[in-house]
């Protein structure tokens, strides 16, 4: 969970293998509902990343994967585990709504940029919050920022239904629609959004800013040895504060352009659980923004192709959030290979079964 | 507000107290067995979702809702279980395990349960306390739930059984020092599975009271962070069974406060007041907890 990665070749095999594992394991389960495994594998794959319209769909649903994710990978590079990425999604998303109507904003790229940062401010505030209370008062910043998500989804709830309701929406409550010159747009010709390249390079940055720079060094070694830390005079408090800050800024960012570029209007469409699979994401790139991108891709794949499972197959809709839960234990397990030694294990099968006749006593 | 309208009130808030505060009751004190065995499970929430539906589904296809508890109880022990071996593996954090096991546990929950969400199961019998009353509202209020005397017995057991048990003991023993268990020759990752599913036993108790008593039905949002709301509660209650008693009641009471409002006709900020169980277990972390301070009573391979 901290930084050094000594052996890059398990940090890459370890989780593909783990994958591998849960994708077997998911279809000895649909098949006792009576479904090819083999279809369901089929479909995942032709769902995620089968043609061009799969992969529009899974480019799309990864930008806000990317980053949620980074708001769990940051905070936990200064050695918080941080999971209420999903209350700063839903009230980034309010932010931005709600300063799309402030009076004099230009509808211009400068709006969408304002509003933008309404909603990263709102989750940075947020995910701050648990890490104060946290440094402050040392209360763990695991439950804490949970319970804030849940927190941020009445406030979220209420707000929405109520002051900022839109009169005309009757049957989903949902806030004003934003202008249409606010609105973030299709990259030329796709179907994909300018968010997916925000999250790339909201990807980028995060992963130069801990390799390049003085104060993402700093975050990592007070993640990593915080009595190494307090030994050479780090401030503490200001860079874990600051990680948490800059991770639930992205998720917030996230909440913003799911408002500004797919609902057009904060409604609960937007509390889709993004915040969850986003730990998940981050867990599985150990908490590297750079292999964030790439696994995001792979679980908006999964989540794009689930539909597909539900209508062709008649699988519950709950079959991905299945995969993933199942995907999330083997990878946490597949950790404990990770000091094997891999070559004494394989030359001690050979060696077994060179000796099979014999007993096991008989060897020197 | 005139007096009927308080009575009603305060009987939505007992009875809301009595009622939602079984499950944190529950689990809270499943959280208790296993964090003085010196494990932290946040897998609670997903035993607890996963339990809930595997009660609903037991009930409805034996039609007795004993056999609903039963069943809830053992596939809690067994999620719990998995955390337990899970965690005993090297470089495995019980914490990130637990985010795991809480997202499969929903996931296990919601895809199985699929067909569950309409049809009704049988349910478990009330205990009519409110028999004194005349008042309506009280005795709907005083409806409680069976297995709350089970839970409240299973809290001063648990209290005995920490104070006065070599099982007892040996849990203690391992949540405080794990070298000492060692040294007494036991193992410790043996005592901490074992604490872990006895952990997730108690808690699939509070599941079946979901789905089996209040609301007694089946859904996906049957469990919105109760889980998670126990695992605080046990800080709280600093580790002491007994202690967890009073706790959940008192959040059972704060959960109650919205719909009890919307009873007496006053709907205005139906989902502020529902998220003051949340905003309680904030103030109250915040109040027990010191920075560079352990909380008295806490395990001491917890402090770590």
Redesign the interface.
């Known amino acids: 969970m901290t930084g050094n990665e000594p052996d890059p070749m398990r940090s890459f095999f370890l989780p593909i293998g783990a994958i591998a594992v849960a994708l077997l394991l998911f279809g000895l389960i649909v098949s006792f509902a009576g479904v090819n495994p083999v279809e369901v594998w089929v479909l995942l794959f032709m769902g995620a990343f089968g043609d061009a319209f799969s992969w529009q769909n899974t480019l799309q649903r990864s930008a806000p994967l990317m980053l949620t994710a980074l708001c769990v990978a940051l905070p936990a590079r200064a050695g918080l585990i941080v999971i209420g990425g999903e209350g700063a999604l839903v009230l980034g998303g309010l932010a931005c709504a709600a300063a799309a109507q402030l009076p004099l904003l230009p509808t211009s790229l400068i709006g969408t940029v304002v509003v933008c940062a309404a909603g990263a401010a709102a989750g940075a505030l947020w995910i701050s919050l648990a890490g104060a209370l946290r440094q402050y008062q040392g209360v763990n910043e695991t439950i804490s920022s949970l319970l804030l998500a849940y927190v941020a989804i009445g406030l979220f709830n209420h707000l929405v239904e109520g002051p900022l309701r839109d009169p005309s929406s009757l049957n989903k409550p949902s806030t004003l629609p934003l202008d249409d010159g606010l609105l973030i747009s299709t990259l030329g010709g796709f179907d994909v959004h300018w968010g997916f390249v925000i999250g790339v390079i909201a990807c980028l940055a995060a992963g130069l800013w801990l390799r390049l720079t003085p104060s993402g060094f700093a975050v990592r070694v007070v993640g990593g040895n915080p009595r190494a830390a307090q030994l050479v005079g780090l401030p503490a408090t200001r860079l874990v504060l600051l990680a948490c800050a800059l991770g639930g800024a992205a998720a917030g960012l996230a909440g913003a352009i799911e408002v500004a570029a797919v609902h057009t209007n904060a409604n609960a469409a937007l509390i889709a659980g993004y915040g969850y699979t986003g730990i998940l994401v981050a867990f599985m790139a150990r908490h590297n923004p750079l292999a964030v991108i790439p696994v995001a891709i792979l679980f908006g794949g999964f989540d794009a192709a689930g539909s597909l499972l539900q209508r062709r197959l008649g699988l519950p809709d709950a079959s991905v959030l299945l995969l993933q839960g199942i995907a999330f234990v083997l990878i946490l397990a597949s950790e404990a290979l990770r000091d094997t030694d891999w070559k004494a294990v394989f030359s001690q099968l050979t060696r077994l079964r060179h000796t099979a006749p014999r007993t096991q006593g008989d060897r020197p | 507000m005139t007096t009927d309208q308080l009575v009603i009130f305060v009987a939505g808030i007992v009875g809301g107290a009595l009622r939602v505060g079984v499950p944190f009751l529950f689990v809270s004190l499943g959280e208790c067995l296993t964090e003085k065995s010196g494990r932290i499970n946040?897998g609670l929430e997903g035993v607890l979702v996963l339990s809930a539906m595997t009660a609903f589904g037991a009930s409805y296809l034996s039609g007795s809702p004993w056999i609903g508890v039963l069943a809830a109880a053992l596939v809690g022990a067994l999620l719990a279980a998995?955390h337990g071996v899970?965690c005993s593996?090297?470089?495995?954090?019980d914490?990130?395990?637990g985010?795991?096991?809480m997202?499969?546990?929903?996931?296990?929950a919601?895809?199985l349960g699929?067909p569950l969400i309409q049809p009704q199961a049988p349910q478990l019998p009330a205990i009519a306390l409110g028999f004194w009353s005349d008042s309506p509202a009280v005795r709907s209020a005083l409806q409680i739930n069976a297995l709350l005397p089970i839970g409240l017995l299973l809290a001063v057991a648990m209290a005995w059984a920490f104070a006065r048990t070599r099982a007892g003991l040996l849990v203690r023993v391992a949540g405080d020092s794990a070298s000492a268990t060692r040294a007494l020759g036991y193992s410790v990752s043996g005592i901490r599975i074992a604490a872990t599913a006895g952990g997730g036993f108690i808690a699939g108790l509070g599941g079946a009271s979901l789905t089996l008593f209040y609301p007694g039905s089946w859904n996906?949002g049957i469990s919105?962070?109760q889980g998670?709301?126990a695992?605080?509660l046990v800080?709280f209650a600093r580790w002491s069974p007994l202690r967890c008693v009073g706790a959940a009641l008192l959040f059972g009471g704060a959960g109650a406060v919205g719909p009890a409002l919307q009873s007496i006709g006053i709907g205005w900020?139906?989902?502020?007041f529902?998220?003051v169980p949340?905003?309680l277990?904030?103030v109250i972390?915040?109040m027990s907890?010191?920075?560079?301070?352990v909380v008295p009573g806490s395990p001491g391979e917890l402090r770590k």
Do not use: D, Q, W
């Open positions: 946040l998995l899970l593996l090297p470089r495995v954090n914490i990130a395990t985010i795991a096991l997202l499969l546990g929903m996931g296990l919601f895809y699929k996906e919105s962070g998670l709301i695992v605080a800080i900020g139906y989902h502020l529902n998220i949340y905003v277990t904030l972390l915040v907890c010191r920075p560079g301070r």
